[in-house]
């Protein structure tokens, strides 16, 4: 993660409308677009990991998505290749697209592109990004959700919370739900 990368900018219809640094996107919490992608193992547990404390937003908290944001003139399904491979190493994977939801707060605002991957392989941590790292069963999940949600990245929580239900009450394809603000 370079601080001066050109970042996405998206407007409020989901766009891309310009770039800029990433210092000054962060700076500003300027709308763009960032990859939001679930690790599920084949006996359908979820990959959790510990941020680091040097990130540059939410440190130290734990997450359940892998992903970043969407770089200047980037495709999103590109970029949430690039950010799976970076941060847990996982290469060569399909992707399956779960749709768009739109997250705001003090902190970020952005456009999630998200993502499901299935991967039984090594994880491999880059050591910038994940502290920790480890499989959680759905039911896991969704206590921590539930009963321990500060401990928990508020964005991945907000975007994936329903679709994570979904998959823990049994759901496989259609029925899940779609992305909050995607109807």
């Keep these: ?45 979820v990959y959790l990991h510990r941020r680091t404390s040097t990130k540059d937003v939410y440190p130290g908290l734990l997450d359940f998505t892998a992903g970043g944001v969407v770089l200047a003139g980037e495709e ?8 799976l491979a970076e941060e847990l190493g996982i290469e060569g994977v399909p992707l399956v697209s779960f749709g768009v939801a739109d997250y705001a707060d003090d902190a970020t605002r952005y456009r999630a592109f998200r993502f499901c991957a299935t991967w039984d392989g090594l994880i491999r941590w880059q050591p910038e990004e994940v502290a920790w790292g480890d ?39 259609a029925e899940i739900p779609p992305a909050p603000d995607e109807g």
């Design 1 to 45: 993660m370079a601080a001066e990368e050109l970042v996405a900018l998206y407007d409020d219809a989901g766009r891309e409308c310009g770039a800029v640094q990433r210092s000054v996107m962060r700076a500003q919490n300027l709308r763009h677009a960032a990859s939001s992608i679930v690790v599920r193992d084949s006996g359908g547990r």
């Design 135 to 173: 499989w959680v069963t759905l039911d896991e999940l969704v206590r921590r959700i539930d009963d321990d949600p500060e401990t928990l990245m508020p964005d991945s929580v907000a975007v994936w919370r329903d679709t994570v239900r979904a998959w823990q009450a049994g759901a496989t394809g």
């Design 76 to 83: 999103p399904d590109v970029g949430a290749v690039r950010e």
